[in-house]
């Protein structure tokens, strides 16, 4: 088992120098052009959001795995519910974004739809905000408040600090999870099928598969199917960390680590403004 341990602990450690270069690059970017134009686009905010929550959970995983021996179970429970707490706002951020890009991309011919076009955008800022500070109050409830009594006929140590049996918020925190697991990928499937079949009608134009409508199309498509595996290994990694114990939980969390590594090189492809600055900065460096 150590041996294991091991190997995932240096495999999440790579994963963390390969990550760090492109979150960071997604951030910097969107605070200077915060602090440029004094404005911030609602999907910019929310793809900052996801990689925050990323990069945050990197930083923290690497340091229970390399002290994992050395923490008290107190301070691991603490450890691990903030690590659940930054996997919930990534889902959180993850859903509202494929629903912001759904209702902008898919049109549909009805009232309450198009209501929702106008009004929903409006109210994401009181929404991230609410769910935020609600799964803030229950992770720190499940950190603070766990049944002793339950904890004690566990035998992992991992397990007896996360096992849902043991707390009721964190039940519904994993619930929370499940709901916006399920609306992103609602919305992400919507849009996958929206984008395909207007592909087919524009793939007869003379302008061909080179046109940018049509390479948009297909960054679109990239940034939203690699948006719902990072979702679903997610929502995995929540599930496997309440309910299994050893190997498969480093394995859900390399897999994720390496989800996010993809996610963020489409974030940045997929997004006009951070691959133009990428490419400006790379020709700067190739002069």
């Known amino acids: 088992m150590t041996t294991i341990m091991d190997v995932f602990n240096s495999l999440n450690f790579v994963t963390l120098i390969i990550s760090f270069p492109p ?10 052009d915060f602090f440029k134009t004094r404005r911030l686009l609602l999907s910019d905010l929310l793809i900052s959001g996801i990689t925050i929550a990323n990069l945050l959970q990197s930083f923290l995983k690497a340091f229970l795995q390399y002290h994992f021996q050395l923490i008290s179970k107190g301070y691991l429970k603490i450890g691990v519910f903030v690590a659940l707490y ?18 902008k991309i898919v049109n549909i ?7 929702l076009q106008r009004s929903l955008p409006k109210l994401f800022p009181g929404i991230i905000l609410t769910f935020l500070l609600g799964c803030l109050f229950l992770n ?17 140590k991992l397990v007896e600090v996360t096992h849902p049996k043991c707390s009721w918020s964190l039940f519904i925190t994993m619930t929370i ?17 929206s984008l395909l079949k207007h592909m087919k009608r524009i793939q007869g134009n003379t302008e061909g598969s080179g046109s940018p409508n049509m390479e ?17 290994f997610t929502f995995t990694s929540i599930f496997m960390r309440a309910f299994s114990e050893g190997f498969w939980i480093f394995l859900s969390g390399l897999l994720i680590s390496v989800c996010y590594i993809f ?11 951070l ?9 700067q460096c190739l002069c």
Do not use: M, W
């Open 263 to 273: 996610s963020s090189y489409f974030f940045i492809k997929g997004t006009k403004k």
């Open 275 to 283: 691959d133009k600055t990428l490419e400006e900065i790379l020709k």
């Open 177 to 193: 999870s499940a709901l916006g697991t399920f609306l992103c990928f609602v919305s992400a499937l919507t849009i996958l099928i």
């Open 216 to 232: 948009a199309h297909i960054r679109a498509i990239k940034t939203i199917t690699s948006l719902l595996a990072a979702n679903s």
């Open 140 to 156: 720190l409830h499940s950190a603070l408040d766990t049944n002793q009594g339950c904890l004690s006929n566990t035998t992992s």
């Open 86 to 103: 930054l996997s919930t706002c990534t889902l959180l951020f993850s859903a509202l974004l494929s629903i912001h890009f759904c209702l």
């Open 109 to 115: 011919n009805h009232r309450f739809y198009i209501c």
């Open 23 to 32: 979150n960071f690059f997604i951030i910097a970017v969107n605070i200077l």
